[in-house]
């Protein structure tokens, strides 16, 4: 059954996908053994192939929407087992920007390797950053941008959580078409992901190095 969840999550069956996990549950298999083992693993699997070449833009939307809706199925049972996610994650597309492909394949990227993500949209404004700093206490805070004339809001957007005093407390990731690493690091990022597929293995890294409270 682990394999068949694996296999429809990859092929981006959603219906099938849910209905493997509610099947796996009934049949009393952990909760931590069908995200981690079937779910999960295929999100990596995902990323790379994408990486690789094998897969493009669209089969990943659909692979992690697939996720998405098996992942729904498992929440329950995954507090009543009191699992925690791997880390909180705050993303969003700066203000003046309204793309959000990159940043909704993003987010189900993320959401897939087992972050809590709180995705904040598009045209979103430093101040709602803050705010959403405050109010979830992420470990991490992922912001998008496609056009030039916006990603300088990446810069405003860190110098505006540091005003707040809350730099410190979480990593700033940045990415999107034009951005570079150089310009990540001359906004003060911490992270500069160039892909799709490559924001979740940082930040499940990053969440390994985090310390324990």
Not at 130 to 148: D, F, Y
Request: hydrophobic content about 50%.
């Amino acid at each position: 059954m682990l394999r068949r969840i694996f296999d429809h999550i990859l092929e981006g069956d959603a219906s099938a996908a849910t209905e493997c996990v509610q099947q796996a549950l009934a049949d009393g298999t952990d909760p931590a053994v069908i995200l981690n083992q079937a779910m999960i693993a295929a999100m990596d699997e995902t990323g790379r192939r994408f990486e690789a070449g094998d897969l493009y833009v669209p089969e990943m939307l659909v692979a992690g929407r697939a996720m998405q809706s098996a992942l729904g199925a498992l929440k329950p049972f995954l507090v009543q087992a009191d699992l925690e996610p791997l880390g909180k994650v705050v993303i969003g597309t700066v203000q003046g920007d309204l793309h959000d492909i990159g940043k909704n394949l993003v987010a189900l990227m993320l959401q897939g390797a087992g972050f809590e993500v709180i995705d904040l949209g598009t045209d979103v404004a430093p101040a709602r950053f803050v705010q959403a700093v405050r109010e979830h206490e992420p470990m991490l805070v992922a912001m998008s941008a496609l056009l030039t004339t916006t990603m300088t809001n990446m810069g405003t957007t860190v110098v505006a959580l540091r005003a707040a005093g809350l730099r410190d407390r979480v990593r700033v990731m940045v990415g999107g078409a034009p951005m570079t690493r150089q310009y990540a690091d001359q906004v003060g990022a911490d992270m500069y992901e160039p892909d799709a597929a490559s924001p979740a293995r940082a930040a499940r890294a990053a969440a390994k190095r985090e310390p324990s409270v």
